[in-house]
């Protein structure tokens, strides 16, 4: 069956660094990947979106890669900052529209 | 652009009763509206597809007797949590995409409704 694999462990890092966030999946092809933050006791928010045509996507500090061979997509943060601390959540199509999400990887930038 | 409402944000009953919770898209049309739920330190959850004027599609495992959607315009779905038991206490959230656009666009969500039931 399809499975989606993101680290559920805590990512710690200081303030300035990079974080870099792994999506791993199984049994899929994907068209396409999306990238989501999640604030505790709020909806998700849409961040990115790349294709399976795209080894890479950029907006502000934002870079997400997409690796079809490894099945994996990378998720980078560069110059982190206190205000980035949240739950990043990967995305894969489950039909029309329709995705389904990882586990999510708690992100925890330390001042 | 793209706000989705969602109300209420919390909710605490009794056993019992039932609880209807309003997804709405605020300034774009939303032909189809989407349904989760999320228990603590676990993914979201699909539970149904709700199209605007069409019998939701539920997800395997989910009782649609249990969990009644009504998409009765294009920005408006409604989830009524019929009986609610302590096991359906959980955080529902919904999402929206807009009208005509492609299998690929973005699912805006709204912020959650915090169901407790005692």
């Known amino acids: 069956s399809q499975k989606i694999e993101q680290n559920s462990e805590a990512l710690n890092i200081q303030e300035g660094k990079t974080a870099t966030l792994t999506c791993n999946y199984t049994n899929y092809s994907p068209a396409y990947l999306q990238w989501y933050r999640q604030d505790p006791g709020r909806g998700p928010v849409f961040l990115l979106l790349?294709?399976?045509?795209?080894k890479e996507k950029r907006k502000e500090r934002l870079k997400v890669t997409f690796d079809t061979t490894l099945k994996q997509s990378l998720f980078h943060i560069t110059a982190s900052q206190p205000a980035d601390s949240a739950t990043y959540l990967c995305a894969l199509p489950g039909g029309y529209q329709k995705v389904t999400f990882g586990i999510g990887t708690k992100l925890q930038v330390i001042p | 652009g793209a706000v989705v409402s969602q109300h209420p944000s919390r909710v605490i009953c009794k056993s019992g009763t039932s609880v209807k919770i309003e997804c709405r898209s605020l300034d774009f049309q939303a032909t189809t509206m989407f349904w989760y739920r999320q228990f603590p330190k676990q993914s979201l959850m699909l539970m149904a597809t709700?199209?605007?004027?069409?019998?939701?599609?539920?997800e395997q495992g989910v009782e649609k007797d249990k969990f009644l959607i009504n998409h009765a315009s294009l920005t408006l779905s409604t989830l009524t949590v019929t009986s609610a038991h302590p096991e359906d206490s959980s955080f529902y959230i919904c999402s929206a995409t807009s009208a005509g656009t492609g299998v690929d666009q973005p699912q805006h969500f709204g912020d959650g409704t915090r169901l407790s039931i005692l």
């Open positions: 709700s199209n605007e004027g069409s019998k939701a599609t539920y």
């Open positions: 790349i294709r399976e045509n795209e």
